[in-house]
Every structure is written in structure tokens, then in C-alpha cells.
């Protein structure tokens, strides 16, 4: 009888040996990880690192909350349903009803909730297919570095040319206008679409919906002013366009208020949800929308996860835990402070980084104007035992996601690591 030996499991070879090249995350984090705790993790070697990556925003609260946990533990103890599909559940129920008296509520919004399916791109395409369904209408209007999930309806609103292209057909029925402030010579965005919509020659018809984040995450922290994003939602409901915001990154509190668009002042048709909404790191994603446009037919969007049980019994736990009140978004102001103050020293003792500082609430970023250099400093940090990535169409932008829920003692070693990194990757370009 042969004996198949097996790999060690702490070998980080077998993952260039059985999975497929398009692993990403992996290159830039090369170790096996272990444990997690809090914004902590460890390796399978022992060592640690702290997280400012947050699992790309789906760990908010952080890795393995005892009092999430305890939640998921109990469930599963008395064995509750774990795959549900869109039956009636308990857990679904009380999450249903948690979300109405805590989020929705307290807010003034009347939104019907859907279960898409538990990713973020299921999301998008679900709010993409109800506009065009309500409206009658194709075209979406989206905007420039833009990031909204890698399947084929939200590939055609996503601006980055290399995610794009791996669609392999033509992403069609799709407009992209410039983002605020992506050009710096003040061109006017939202009166550039206004002129397009009364210019027959424009090309662009009336459209089902404009998708919007109101930070662009994975476009490079990109912060949309109020005034701008003001200006759009007056337009689209003067001209009966459907406003969808995708909060699937900067939602559950990482700006600040649980939706980013709340100190906007906006009420969008459509809000897209996943990432944290489990709370646990569980997958789970919602669609909200005003409820004249439930069109919906039974079962014309569905899919076999949509109905996780597990994640919607953390995300009960998730809101009754950090929702109840503001405290948690007074914690997160607080922390924009201090990432904020010190990425401006760092940026100013650091010449040699042309650097340039944007974000909102803890979703921040540092601009690095050297080409490569945000890649070296995140490598440098990696090194040194803190997770970190890069964004925007060039990488070049150092990405802090870290929890909301990180102590100070946990994000200041995070941010010396940080500067003690770009220090060195700067001596390297110059």
C-alpha cells in the first residue's frame, strides 16, 4: 500500500503547489496565519503582527469579539438551522427585527431588506438588475476608480483596468464620469452630468441609476465632498435616476456613523451591505431599498447562501453589541484624529515620500508620489509584523483599515511600525 505523505501544514508550499495563480493576498502576506485575536494575528511560526487590513473591512469589530463568539458558540451548541436558504428562520427573524428597531429606525429609514446571496458583488449585481428592472432603463452611470465587485454587472461599474479586464468579454451598459476631485483642475462633475443628460449628442440616455461609493476604498481612499455628493442626489431624484450607494467597505460604522452617507445628509434608493455586517467575519450581504421599488417577482434573485444563519446570529449580536448607542462612532472619530495627525507628521518628516494624506473616519490613506514606494513600505511593515495593503489603480496609496475596535495601544505600536517602514523604504528610492 503507497503511503501518501503529507505536507507539513505550517509549509507555505503547498499553496504554489495545489491552488490556483490567482491567489493574491498571499504574495503580499507570505506566512501561514494561525490565530487571531482582537487586531492581532499570529503565524504558524508564533510570530505576530498587527492587523491594519481587517480582512479588506469585513472585521470591523475586530478578529474572534468573545461576545460575538459566545453567540455563534451557543447557536451551534443547540444546533440552530445553519443553512436556511430564504425559509423562515429564528435567527433571520430577530436579526430582521434587531436591524429595524437599532439601524434603520432611529435614522428614518423605511428600506425593505434583501438576502442576495452573502458576497459583496452579489450585492451590486442584485441592486443593478432592480434598477434597470423599476426603471425600464440599461445604462448605469458609475465613476472613475471606482470598486465594486469582480462579477460581470459589477466589473462594468468598476473603473481599475487590470480587474476589467479579466472579465474576458466587453463590460457594456456602463458610463464612467470623473469622480470629485479626480481631476485638479476643478472640472465640475456633477455639472458635466447634468449637461450630458440635456445634450442629445452627449450619447449618454437617460440612466437606470447612478452607483457611488461615498469613499472609495480600493480606488485609493478616495473622499467624496458633501457638497458634491449632495449635488448628485438632488440630481438624480430631479431627473428620477436611482441613487445607489455601495457601503459594502465603508459602511458598519468605518466612517464614522453606521452608513457613510448619514453625515452626508442623503437617503439613497439603494444600499449595498456586506463586508462587516455579520460582525464575525462570516459572509453575509444585504440590499436596502425603498419599498415602492420591491419589484421583485418571488425567487428572480436568488442563491443557496443566502440564507446563513450563523452570520446573521453575530450580526444580531454585532448591532445590540456596538449599535445601542454612539459610543463606537465617538471611539472611531476619536482614532480619525490620530491616524490622521500622524500620517500628516510622517508625510512632512518624510520628503522623500511626496506624500499626501486622505481618508475618513479609519478608512485612511497616504499617497506615495514615488511609483513602487507604497508596495516597499507595506513589504517593509510586513517584515516588521504589521498587515497592511496597498490601493488605487497604481498601488500607490497605503491603505489603514484597521478595526474600529483596536485599543491605543494596538494602533500606536501599528502606526510607529508604520513610519518606521516607510522610513526605510523611502532610503531605498532615494
Not at 108 to 117: A, Q, R, T
Not at 179 to 187: A, C, I
Not at 309 to 314: E, R
Request: with cysteine; glycine share 10%.
Amino acid at each position: 500500500m503507497k503511503v501518501i505523505a503529507e505536507a507539513p501544514t505550517t509549509s507555505i508550499d503547498v499553496f504554489s503547489r495545489y491552488e490556483s495563480e490567482v491567489r493574491s493576498y498571499i504574495r503580499s502576506f507570505p506566512t501561514v496565519f494561525d490565530r487571531a485575536k482582537g487586531a492581532r494575528l499570529w503565524d504558524a511560526e508564533g510570530k505576530e503582527y498587527i492587523d491594519f487590513f481587517a480582512g479588506a473591512g469585513a472585521l470591523n469589530y475586530g478578529h474572534n469579539n468573545d461576545t460575538l463568539k459566545r453567540s455563534l458558540v451557543d447557536y451551534i451548541g443547540r444546533d440552530g438551522i445553519t443553512h436556511g436558504l430564504d425559509m423562515g428562520t429564528q435567527a433571520k427573524a430577530e436579526f430582521l427585527q434587531v436591524f429595524h428597531d437599532i439601524i434603520l429606525e432611529p435614522r428614518n429609514l423605511n428600506y425593505k431588506v434583501m438576502f442576495p446571496g452573502p458576497t459583496g458583488t452579489n450585492s451590486v449585481e442584485s441592486a443593478l438588475k432592480l434598477a434597470r428592472k423599476v426603471t425600464g432603463r440599461s445604462t448605469i452611470v458609475s465613476f472613475t476608480n471606482a470598486f465594486h465587485g469582480m462579477t460581470l454587472g459589477s466589473l462594468s461599474v468598476t473603473g481599475n483596468g487590470f480587474k476589467r479586464q479579466g472579465a474576458g468579454i466587453p463590460l457594456a451598459n456602463a458610463v464612467s464620469l470623473p469622480y470629485d476631485s479626480y481631476l485638479e483642475t476643478g472640472l465640475d462633475s456633477i455639472a458635466l452630468l447634468e449637461h450630458m443628460l440635456d445634450d442629445k449628442g452627449s450619447g449618454l440616455e437617460l440612466p437606470a441609476a447612478v452607483i457611488v461609493e461615498t469613499v472609495q476604498g480600493e480606488g485609493g481612499i478616495n473622499v467624496a465632498g458633501v457638497e458634491w455628493l449632495q449635488r448628485l442626489a438632488n440630481l438624480c431624484r430631479e431627473r428620477e435616476i436611482l441613487l445607489i450607494v455601495d457601503d459594502v467597505q465603508m459602511g458598519c460604522g468605518r466612517t464614522g456613523p453606521f452608513f457613510s452617507f448619514e453625515a452626508v445628509g442623503i437617503i439613497p434608493d439603494i444600499v449595498c451591505l456586506s463586508k462587516s455586517i455579520s460582525g464575525y467575519g462570516l459572509p453575509m450581504a444585504l440590499t436596502l431599498f425603498q419599498p415602492e421599488l420591491d419589484a421583485w417577482e418571488p425567487g428572480e434573485h436568488n442563491g443557496t447562501f443566502r440564507g446563513n444563519n450563523p452570520a446573521f446570529v453575530t450580526g444580531t449580536e454585532a448591532l445590540r453589541l456596538y449599535w445601542r448607542d454612539d459610543r463606537l462612532s465617538k471611539v472611531t472619530l476619536s482614532n480619525e484624529k490620530t491616524i490622521r495627525d500622524f500620517l500628516m507628521d510622517m508625510v512632512e518628516s518624510i520628503p522623500a515620500l511626496h506624500g499626501r494624506v486622505r481618508g475618513r473616519g479609519m478608512a485612511y490613506g497616504l499617497e506615495c508620489g514615488v511609483p513602487g514606494l507604497a508596495e516597499k513600505i507595506t513589504a517593509r511593515a510586513f517584515e516588521r509584523g504589521l498587515v497592511i495593503e496597498t490601493s488605487g489603480a497604481e498601488s500607490e496609496v497605503v491603505k489603514l483599515l484597521a478595526p474600529l475596535t483596536i485599543d491605543s495601544e494596538d494602533l500606536h505600536q501599528g502606526l510607529a511600525i508604520l513610519a518606521d517602514s516607510a522610513k526605510a523604504a523611502a532610503k531605498e528610492v532615494i
